[in-house]
Protein backbone atom coordinates (compact mmCIF):
# COMPACT_ATOMS: atom_id res chain seq x y z
CA UNK A 1 0.00 0.00 0.00
CA UNK A 2 1.05 3.34 -0.88
CA UNK A 3 1.62 6.32 1.44
CA UNK A 4 1.41 10.06 -0.08
CA UNK A 5 1.99 13.34 2.30
CA UNK A 6 -0.33 16.05 1.01
CA UNK A 7 -0.50 19.51 2.83
CA UNK A 8 -4.19 21.13 2.92
CA UNK A 9 -4.28 24.84 4.52
CA UNK A 10 -1.26 24.63 5.80
CA UNK A 11 -1.53 21.29 7.41
CA UNK A 12 0.18 18.41 6.16
CA UNK A 13 -1.57 14.52 6.36
CA UNK A 14 -0.56 11.31 5.48
CA UNK A 15 -2.46 9.37 2.82
CA UNK A 16 -2.87 5.70 2.38
CA UNK A 17 -3.56 4.55 -0.81
CA UNK A 18 -3.22 1.81 -3.67
CA UNK A 19 0.15 1.07 -5.02
CA UNK A 20 0.68 3.33 -8.08
CA UNK A 21 -2.15 6.33 -6.93
CA UNK A 22 0.43 7.94 -5.31
CA UNK A 23 0.88 10.72 -8.32
CA UNK A 24 -2.74 11.11 -8.68
CA UNK A 25 -3.23 11.69 -4.93
CA UNK A 26 -0.63 14.63 -5.39
CA UNK A 27 -2.35 15.91 -8.14
CA UNK A 28 -5.55 16.10 -6.59
CA UNK A 29 -4.55 16.62 -3.37
CA UNK A 30 -2.63 20.10 -4.95
CA UNK A 31 -5.99 20.89 -6.50
CA UNK A 32 -7.71 20.81 -3.13
CA UNK A 33 -5.41 22.78 -1.83
CA UNK A 34 -5.32 25.60 -4.42
CA UNK A 35 -9.20 25.56 -4.18
CA UNK A 36 -8.96 26.03 -0.20
CA UNK A 37 -6.31 28.86 -0.79
CA UNK A 38 -8.89 30.78 -2.76
CA UNK A 39 -11.83 29.92 -0.28
CA UNK A 40 -10.04 31.59 2.67
CA UNK A 41 -9.03 34.41 0.15
CA UNK A 42 -13.02 34.90 -0.12
CA UNK A 43 -13.79 34.29 3.75
CA UNK A 44 -10.72 34.09 5.90
CA UNK A 45 -9.42 31.36 7.87
CA UNK A 46 -12.77 29.88 9.55
CA UNK A 47 -11.16 27.04 11.18
CA UNK A 48 -10.45 23.92 8.86
CA UNK A 49 -13.66 21.73 9.64
CA UNK A 50 -16.00 24.68 8.20
CA UNK A 51 -13.54 25.31 5.68
CA UNK A 52 -13.38 21.49 4.41
CA UNK A 53 -17.72 21.09 4.75
CA UNK A 54 -17.54 24.59 2.83
CA UNK A 55 -15.23 23.24 0.28
CA UNK A 56 -17.38 19.73 -0.14
CA UNK A 57 -20.30 21.56 -0.93
CA UNK A 58 -18.65 23.84 -3.34
CA UNK A 59 -17.56 20.82 -5.14
CA UNK A 60 -20.53 18.82 -5.00
CA UNK A 61 -21.93 22.05 -6.33
CA UNK A 62 -19.89 21.95 -9.56
CA UNK A 63 -20.69 18.20 -9.70
CA UNK A 64 -23.97 19.02 -10.06
CA UNK A 65 -23.61 21.68 -13.06
CA UNK A 66 -21.26 18.93 -14.82
CA UNK A 67 -23.85 16.47 -14.51
CA UNK A 68 -26.35 19.43 -16.19
CA UNK A 69 -27.77 20.04 -13.00
CA UNK A 70 -31.03 18.00 -13.95
CA UNK A 71 -33.69 18.71 -11.66
CA UNK A 72 -34.26 16.87 -8.53
CA UNK A 73 -36.96 14.27 -7.80
CA UNK A 74 -38.44 12.62 -4.56
CA UNK A 75 -35.47 9.69 -5.63
CA UNK A 76 -32.53 12.11 -5.82
CA UNK A 77 -33.81 13.69 -2.78
CA UNK A 78 -33.45 10.90 -0.64
CA UNK A 79 -30.21 10.00 -2.25
CA UNK A 80 -28.81 12.96 -1.99
CA UNK A 81 -29.90 13.68 2.07
CA UNK A 82 -27.98 10.04 2.67
CA UNK A 83 -25.10 11.09 1.08
CA UNK A 84 -25.25 14.21 2.63
CA UNK A 85 -26.00 12.51 6.21
CA UNK A 86 -22.37 10.26 5.44
CA UNK A 87 -20.75 13.61 3.98
CA UNK A 88 -22.07 15.18 7.53
CA UNK A 89 -20.84 12.24 9.65
CA UNK A 90 -17.07 12.14 7.88
CA UNK A 91 -16.99 15.34 7.87
CA UNK A 92 -17.12 15.51 11.97
CA UNK A 93 -15.15 12.83 12.30
CA UNK A 94 -12.59 14.76 10.04
CA UNK A 95 -12.86 17.48 12.21
CA UNK A 96 -12.64 15.52 15.59
CA UNK A 97 -8.79 14.50 14.06
CA UNK A 98 -8.17 17.79 12.90
CA UNK A 99 -8.70 19.50 16.34
CA UNK A 100 -7.01 16.73 18.24
CA UNK A 101 -3.59 17.59 16.41
Keep these: MGQVTINLNGHHYTI ?3 DGDEERLRVLADDLDKRMA ?3 GAV ?3 GDARLLVMLSLL ?3 EMEE ?4 S ?3 PQ ?7 AIESLAARMETLA ?3 EAT
Design 66 to 69: VRGG
Design 16 to 18: GCA
Design 38 to 40: SLV
Design 76 to 82: TDAGAAV
Design 71 to 73: PAS
Design 59 to 61: LLD
Design 44 to 46: GQV
Design 96 to 98: ERL
